[in-house]
């Protein structure tokens, strides 16, 4: 049984009133989940809207209890550190994680951002050592893959595209995925919202296919090697 770990975070419901108030971003990744749960419907699931309930931002004090000795930590530390590690055991359980989001003003909601302020700690997603040299920052997780499916109003964002240098919403989550464990990234983007033509229609509709055959590819890949690791230990 495998367990999928899933984050939306754009503060657009899934349904609205106003259907062009729908966040785009929710429902792909609704689509993936849905098509996932289709083939393996006993897998766990947790799921997390931070952009509806957004984790607190770090704090001073939150740092000092950080960097406190866990055996030494007051009370009071130690609550201020429990949505945290809350949070961590979530995506420690994980196997697959799928974070949804918007692109907002070029990069990820301030909600996200705090989602892994909450996540990405030392000691618990990362070591720290400096007999490593420049690199001393090392990832303790391992072994996940990652589904991130965006939503933008512009488009030309991929590698190559007329506007790579200004997204700093996909390589800001390629970074920050290393201290979850993600060995493997899977992206699925949804473009031109803000010129509501068929180019965005068919971009939403392309990822809502991908997202739903991804999916599928995947689920078919966990039961497989699921089977293989069973007939080994026959």
Known sequence: MSTILHIDSSVRAITNPNPHHNSISKNI???FIDSWQSKR?????????????PPGFITQDWIG?????EEKRTPAQKDILALSDQL???????DIIVISTPMYNYGMPAQLKSWFDQVVRIHKTFDFDLARGDFPLQPIL?????V???SSGEFGFEKGGIRESASHLQPHLRTLSKYLGVEIIYEIAAEYQEFGDDRHRTSVS???NRAHSLAAELADAVLAASSQRE????
């Open 142 to 146: 391992s072994g996940k893959t990652l």
């Open 29 to 31: 990744a609704l689509r």
């Open 231 to 234: 007939a080994v230990n026959v």
């Open 41 to 53: 419907p006993t897998d766990e699931y947790i799921y997390r809207d931070v952009g509806m309930n």
């Open 148 to 150: 991130t499916i965006t």
């Open 88 to 94: 961590i055991a979530e995506v420690a359980m994980a």
């Open 65 to 69: 209890a950080v960097f406190t000795p």
């Open 206 to 208: 392309n990822a809502n």
